[in-house]
């Protein structure tokens, strides 16, 4: 690593020096972010599986930049127009635009005025004016050295010359930035009709407004950005451009200049209004859409963590219900570990509402497979299968004779799924919508193995999201994914391929790998036997092996996050130690006596005490269902519980048991004035009491509220 990207890296990160060298040197070595956050806290100080995510793009960037900053040099070097102001400002910049901005002035100009100009060799001519030096007729009599074919006259000389001269004012890096902070300090965006606008249409409240670039709000943006492409709206940069014109008369020309500054002045003018405020105006708007599109992928990533960190239902057996009319209730059983069982196909729905014939079917597999637990899923004819199955609970006893509770479960991406190759190759014999049923059944028995299987983009989560950096959210949901899946960790026999993909080390292949190796022997019953399936090497094995589990492995410490690497420590400390018993300050000394760290040792303890421990069950557990409401029942003032589906910038979509979630607004969240609904609110959050502001019967929409 070369003294510059370790001094970039120092001062963008605040790590010190060797924290860097460490980090970067186990990604060189094949490391992945989650086995380094786990396994090499000692070499990292400790680091989150996010700092380093966010270290990762900083080293990423820091080399794009070093690697740009040698190009131009050389560029440069070789056009004989490297100097010492030049390389002491290449030297300094810290991003890839002021690299630019240093750049730009020894690119081949673009402007056709200008190059045309420096053809006609009207250069020299523009530096004696530039000079400041001779008044008016002076530099009329120098232009006369000029004339030319292609320039005839004085005025033409000095006109092609000024123009020479508003090319430099705009390729002026200092005159640039200031401009820019100007820009993005003091800018505004003025909203007016574009040629498609619709009168009462979604964007109407937008119009005849200016706003400040600074402080406009991302989901704003990103919808006003959104409106222009449809040419709903059509925006325009504004600035104070008699405030800049100001400045360049006090500070770019000098008070001693002769009467020549007029023509510098009208030059500098007209390159601050014909080339550099355009371009900027662009940039401005280029820097606001990356900036929402950045939130929004920001948000759209802690709501998938929330969403995947929801507690599971362990040990139950469920009975998925996809609702439905015409077509009936499809169910799906599935069992403890999440295999599929049984399905059926019921309608208690109109138009047949066979209520006898379906009480039976739903009854029968209750007592055939002892099932405790039923997900519906939340869309079409949700509300009636719901009070079917809540009738037929309270009839038949089935909550005292089975504790039998059922749940409405965000169904939101089961079509996707149900339709993917995931599913047809998990059941290729079932049905379509069966398998819809069973991973609305799926999601209140394990919410992350269900909803790994589902591309992200699908699940409700978020804003604008087909108005973002598509490749840089796909990126952040991976990352979130991935993350998340090796925090909570696997288990080796029950996990499904994909879900598998996502831990450490291990890539698709490898997961299908160790699905056809698992169904050959039955199960596996060490860790150790993973090294057996095809493909997995030490390297593959090392990264991943931490993050699997074995619930009824031959060891315990197969049902635990530590590493094979600490397994000596580890039995030394059992047999040495009762694990209960140690206190926080025997641990350094015991760390000493083993040959282990502190910070390592802290955590081998910790999963001694706890093998098996999911860290789910401490987020959001699930809630099961009390009564379901229609929205013609509602009335302004009614007191409802509900769950948090998603959240956006300007609110929160909560499951009240309606087709459509209730919109509760930021302004309505708290009595406290708060910036964004995340800091009160995540995804899947119970609420028990949250107000009915409005109905609006005609669009189908709620309001809610949370104050007093």
């Not at 970039?8 to 380094?36: A, D, H, M, R, Y």
């Not at 490297?82 to 390389?87: C, G, M, Q, S």
């Not at 000024?162 to 965006?189: C, H, P, V």
Request: aromatic residues 6%.
């Amino acid at each position: 690593m070369t003294n510059d990207l370790l001094n970039l890296l120092q001062e963008k990160t605040q790590l010190p020096s060797k924290v860097i060298e460490n980090i970067i040197n186990l990604l060189n070595e094949g490391c992945t972010i989650p086995f380094i956050a786990r396994y090499r806290k000692d070499l990292t100080n400790n680091a989150s599986d996010e700092a380093l995510r966010a270290f990762e793009e900083v080293y990423s960037y820091s080399q794009k930049l070093l690697s740009r900053k040698e190009e131009i040099i050389s560029i440069l070097k070789e056009k004989n127009f490297l100097n010492d102001k030049v390389l002491s400002q290449l030297s300094e910049a810290t991003t890839l635009q002021a690299v630019e901005d240093i750049y730009t002035p020894f690119k081949d100009k673009k402007s056709s005025r200008t190059s045309k100009a420096i053809e006609n060799g009207l250069e020299p001519l523009a530096n004696i004016i530039q000079s400041l030096k001779y008044t008016k007729e002076e530099v009329s009599q120098k232009a006369k050295q000029f004339l030319n074919k292609e320039v005839t006259s004085c005025e033409d000389a000095i006109t092609g010359a000024k123009d020479i001269i508003a090319q430099r004012y705009a390729d002026d890096f200092k005159s640039k930035e200031i401009i820019r902070k100007l820009i993005s300090n003091w800018g505004t965006i003025e909203i007016k009709e574009g040629e498609e606008f619709q009168k009462d249409g979604l964007y109407s409240s937008f119009i005849q407004k200016e706003e400040k670039i600074k402080y406009i709000k991302s989901h704003r943006t990103l919808a006003i950005l959104r409106a222009v492409n449809e040419k709903q709206l059509a925006i325009k940069v504004n600035i104070d451009e008699k405030h800049i014109l100001e400045n360049i008369k006090k500070y770019k020309i000098p008070s001693w200049a002769n009467t020549s500054k007029e023509i510098v002045f009208d030059a500098y003018k007209d390159g601050l209004k014909r080339l550099l405020l355009p371009s900027l105006k662009r940039e401005a708007l280029t820097t606001l859409k990356e900036k929402a599109s950045s939130e929004a992928i920001e948000l759209f990533g802690k709501n998938l963590k929330e969403l995947l960190q929801t507690a599971p239902l362990v040990n139950q057996v469920i009975l998925g219900v996809d609702p439905g009319y015409k077509t009936g209730c499809k169910l799906a059983v599935i069992d403890e570990d999440g295999l599929y069982l049984d399905s059926n196909v019921i309608y208690p729905t109109k138009p047949k509402e066979d209520f006898a014939n379906s009480s039976k079917v739903v009854c029968s597999l209750i007592e055939k497979y002892n099932i405790t637990a039923i997900a519906i899923g939340n869309g079409t004819a949700s509300r009636e299968t719901a009070d079917f199955i809540a009738t037929l609970i309270k009839e038949k006893n089935l909550d005292v004779d089975y504790n039998i509770n059922y749940a409405i479960v965000s169904e939101i991406g089961a079509s996707v799924y149900s339709a993917s190759k995931i599913a047809q190759k998990e059941y290729p014999d079932l049905d379509v919508t069966i398998r819809g049923a069973i991973s609305i059944a799926a999601r209140l028995r394990d919410p992350m193995a269900a909803l790994v299987k589902i591309d992200p983009k699908s699940l409700g989560i978020g804003q604008y999201q087909h108005d973002v950096n598509q490749k840089e959210l796909a990126q952040k949901l991976e990352n979130t994914t991935i993350d998340l899946v090796n925090k909570v960790g696997v288990d080796l026999n029950s996990a499904s391929y994909k879900l598998l993909s996502f831990v450490s080390g291990i890539t698709e292949k490898l997961a299908l790998n160790i699905v056809e190796h698992r169904e050959k022997i039955g199960k596996f019953t060490s860790k150790e036997e993973l090294l057996k399936v095809k493909g997995i090497g030490a390297k593959a094995y090392e990264q991943a092996v931490g993050f699997l589990r074995i619930k009824d492995g031959k060891s315990i410490l197969d049902n635990t996050a530590i590493h094979p690497e600490d397994y000596e420590v580890t039995k030394n400390l059992q047999k040495n130690y009762k694990i209960e018993d140690i206190k926080d300050s025997q641990i350094q000394t015991i760390a000493n006596e083993l040959g282990s760290s502190l910070l390592k040792l802290k955590d081998i303890i910790e999963e001694l005490k706890k093998p098996g421990f999911d860290i789910r069950e401490n987020f959001n557990q699930v809630r099961f269902a009390s009564d379901v409401s229609s929205i013609e029942d509602l009335k302004e003032g009614f007191v409802l519980s509900g769950i948090v589906r998603n959240i956006t910038d300007f609110g929160a979509f909560i499951d009240v048991g309606l087709k459509n979630d209730a919109l509760l607004h930021i302004s309505q969240i708290s009595n406290k004035r708060i910036s964004h609904p995340s800091e009160v609110l995540s995804i899947n959050q119970n609420l028990e009491k949250v107000k009915v502001l409005s109905v609006d019967l005609e669009k189908q929409r709620v309001s809610l509220s949370l104050k007093n």
